[in-house]
């Protein structure tokens, strides 16, 4: 079969033909009286393999390897294939994402869109300072789509960049549906991450979404949205926040948000009466005790008062001196 013959039916054109030949991939069998290349039946059967290598993203080089060596071994190639192409799949990703929040900052030139992109690739940055600045800059200077904002402050590990991301987020009022996926993200520190976000965001669909965070199987999740809630005056959070005093997890700030939350004198009671159970139940210890004692003290009522007054006779003397002095500070008011 002549060249063009093999070219029509096979798609290869008859160019890549005389270039397989000169790389000695496929030389035909023969030729004829003429000069003209022809290709017998096991040529064009290796035109299509040499095809079909090709579709899976191989080198001629390879491809003429993996014809011709007894050697070779096909497992190493396709791992190779393989990695390649999840980091060609990662760049394309990467780069998709990057053009979608470029037209969601809907830009009305050129340098709009050179602003946006610098602006992208410096949240991106390896410097920290770069990072921060960038965050800060794009409330004021560069208008950031609220998508990057988020993605950037869920992988974000130093303290002082991710403030100023959250604060950027908090002042775009955005980015709320993509947060509460972060809520569901696989990395603990992602789920952080996004539920610290959404407590910086003033609003009822913020603190509906920390609501639902009070349920939520990441301990770590429920306590930081307890502190946010109690900062809120919202009640809900009062049983998170007497466990991490008994827990001593950041108990200091929990028994901030209780005495907040007890300036509202119908929740005042409620919260000294979860004190006060806890602090008559055997199994919590003698430091948790202490602890619940000292919450009693910005806890305003005659319930918190009866229960220090209780407690300024308690068997363990650390409780009683506690309650006994801040009975005292109570009775000076």
């Not at 030389?27 to 017998?40: M, V």
């Not at 603190?207 to 946010?228: I, K, N, Q, Y």
């Not at 199994?283 to 619940?292: F, Y």
Request: hydrophobic share 45%; net charge negative; proline share 4%.
């Amino acid at each position: 079969m002549l060249i063009g013959e093999v070219a029509r039916r096979s798609g290869v054109s008859a160019r890549m033909l005389r270039h397989y030949d000169s790389l000695g991939l496929v030389r035909p069998t023969g030729r004829t009286d003429a000069g003209y290349r022809e290709y017998s039946t096991d040529d064009i059967r290796r035109i299509f393999h040499i095809e079909s290598l090709r579709s899976l993203g191989l080198s001629l080089r390879e491809v003429g390897r993996a014809l011709d060596d007894p050697g070779f071994t096909p497992s190493a190639l396709v791992d190779d294939l393989i990695r390649k192409t999840r980091e060609r799949i990662a760049a394309e990703t990467e780069l998709l994402g990057r053009l979608r929040r470029i037209g969601a900052a809907e830009p009305a030139g050129w340098e709009d869109v050179l602003q946006t992109v610098a602006l992208l690739q410096a949240l991106g940055s390896k410097s920290a300072g770069t990072r921060q600045r960038a965050a800060l800059s794009s409330v004021e200077e560069v208008p950031v789509p609220v998508e990057a904002l988020v993605e950037a402050a869920l992988r974000e590990t130093d303290p002082n960049v991710a403030g100023a991301l959250r604060w950027a987020l908090a002042q775009s009022g955005g980015g709320l549906a993509l947060l509460a996926e972060g809520l569901g993200a696989p990395a603990a520190e992602v789920r952080e991450r996004a539920v610290q976000c959404i407590a910086e965001i003033p609003g009822g669909e913020a603190t509906a979404l920390l609501r639902d965070a009070l349920g939520h199987p990441d301990l770590v999740v429920r306590r930081c949205a307890a502190l946010a809630l109690g900062a809120r005056g919202v009640a809900d959070a009062v049983p998170t926040l007497i466990d991490m005093i008994v827990e001593e997890a950041n108990d200091v700030d929990a028994a901030d948000a209780l005495s907040a939350l007890a300036s509202r004198p119908a929740l005042a009671d409620q919260i000294a009466g979860g004190l006060v159970g806890c602090l008559a139940d055997g199994t919590v210890d003698a430091s948790a005790r202490r602890r619940l004692t000292q919450a009693l003290a910005d806890i305003p009522g005659s319930t918190a008062s009866r229960a220090l007054a209780d407690l300024s006779h308690d068997d363990d003397r650390a409780v009683a001196l506690t309650a006994a002095y801040i009975l005292g500070i109570r009775a000076a008011r």
